[in-house]
């Protein structure tokens, strides 16, 4: 019974369910991280079949709203479960979709932003853990094309960097490494107005950072 588990009325499925259950109440928890993982199943799959109704379904239904909306309003938090799978399902749909305009659709509308300055609960090593490897996969696709979603110029808004480098001194090991990383692939950026804002007297405390870093290797 039930639609097939990799099609469009899967989807539409899960997303009536997923819906059902906002905003999402403590006893939910487990059942929404279930339709979380689904939801990217069905998304990739599509993507590597080039069944479009697919992603534009996600798309029509704006979905990386409603994930962002999740994080945001449930009743005490969503719960740092949620919260963990809302960053491995939005790492997944970015990483894995192929399309350039689906990719773009992603990144714009600044959800990805919004995600990055939550107020996640970085007590839990799990939420940290991923956390990190989210943001340094993002700083691994900045580009000429890619630069515009994560760097406002205008608003001197730049997330992706400002967010990661409070995490350069974390006492997790990975972490301070995903956050170097991270720091290399923004400075290897050639974009003027970027240097600026890197280079601004409010955001030069990291080579300060990064310098006592090294320091402390070296000695």
Known sequence: GGPPRYS???????????????????AARGEVVEILRAISE??????????????????????????TQMLQHSPGGCGNEIARQII??????????SNPTYLFYLLSNNHINEIICYRFDFQDEDVLAQYSSFVKML??????????????????????????????DSAEGMVRTHMRVLVLNVFRMADDAMSQFILSPAHRGVFRTLVRFIRVRCE
């Open 8 to 26: 469009l009325r899967h989807l539409q499925y899960l997303y009536s369910a997923l819906s059902k259950l906002q905003p999402v109440k403590p």
């Open 139 to 168: 700083s691994l696709m900045l580009d000429e094309n890619t630069i515009q979603f994560m760097f406002d110029g205008r608003q001197a808004s730049f997330p992706l960097y400002t967010e990661a480098v409070k995490l350069l």
């Open 88 to 97: 491995q399902t939005v790492s997944i749909l970015v990483q894995n979709i």
């Open 42 to 67: 069905v998304i990739i799959y599509g993507d590597q079949r080039a069944t479009n109704q697919i992603f534009d379904y996600f798309c029509e239904k704006n979905m990386l709203f409603l994930f």
